[in-house]
């Protein structure tokens, strides 16, 4: 296991071009459409889960908060949809939330989870070998992982002056920790997304490698998504009116098609990942013994 992997065995010229040309040669534009549908049916099912593990995080406030960090980057028609049910939700009895309904929000949530486990799987050139029950557990789990790692980045900066303050005095840090701080909780934060990203590409498909925390495609898919998502903001506020064009489900176009901007970096990146993968594995010498035989199953 590795913190950080961007060696490539060719010249990273030959991997970008490589990668280009499967994602436009590919089915990624598909797939990503595909992705947007089973994200926006699970949209739902996943505030409910957020919901419900933000209320035992020590922030307050932290759903109006969330709300306020989305805004920055979401259409504000997805900020609406979200803030809006985040308040019906957080209407509900809150032990059933904790309960049943925690546990049917997170199958549901899962199953766009599963829709990427499938979708990687087709990234990668690869057959799923793995019983339906151990799929359904993967994607419960990394549904799980990405929205702790989610609701901890949000935490870390929203609540990072007030922590960093309490910290520098408890530890005797002296005043430059905090203003330190306020300027590195962003690159934690992005980093702990890239990580659950990297931690996705590994888990999701049905491969062999060496698990790494940080990798070119996780990196690349984290940084599109930021730019493309803010991009989409700034047309949708000043150049687009969805509403006059689809009137009442105006929301849900844009949602719709910043859910399939979001799958579209993710797709990106796996296909990224893959091409490194699939050089090194034509660069590098097999192994000997079981390691080869399952390495050649994986590059099938």
Known sequence: MRAVNFGVPVSWSDV????????????????????????????FPALLFVVSLASVLPVEHLLDRIVTMLSRVAPGDVVRIARQQFVQIARQPHGGVL????????????????????TLNQAYRIAERRSWWRVRLTAVALT???????????????????AAGYAAEWLALGPQFPWAWNILRWPLAFVLVV???????????????????VTPGSVMAATLWLLVSVAFRIY????????????????????LLWFYLTSLAILIG???DATIQRASSETE????????????????
């Open 236 to 255: 949708v506020s000043h150049f687009a009116d969805y509403q006059k064009t689809y009137g009442a489900i105006g929301g849900v176009m844009v949602a």
């Open 16 to 43: 970008l071009k490589q990668a280009g040309a499967e994602i436009l040669e590919g089915k990624c534009f598909g797939w990503a459409a595909s992705l947007a549908y089973y994200f926006f049916l699970a949209l």
């Open 285 to 300: 010498p097999p192994r000997a013994g079981r390691d080869s035989s399952r390495a050649a199953v994986d590059d099938r």
């Open 99 to 118: 309960t049943l309904g925690l546990l049917a929000a997170l199958w549901s949530t899962s199953s766009g989870m599963k829709a990427i486990v499938d």
């Open 144 to 162: 799980v992982a990405l929205t702790v790692v989610t609701l901890i980045a949000f935490a870390l900066v929203m609540a990072g002056p007030t």
């Open 270 to 272: 796996a296909q990224l």
């Open 195 to 213: 990580a659950a990203i990297a931690c996705i590409y590994h888990f999701a498909p049905d491969t062999r490698h060496e698990w790494v925390w």
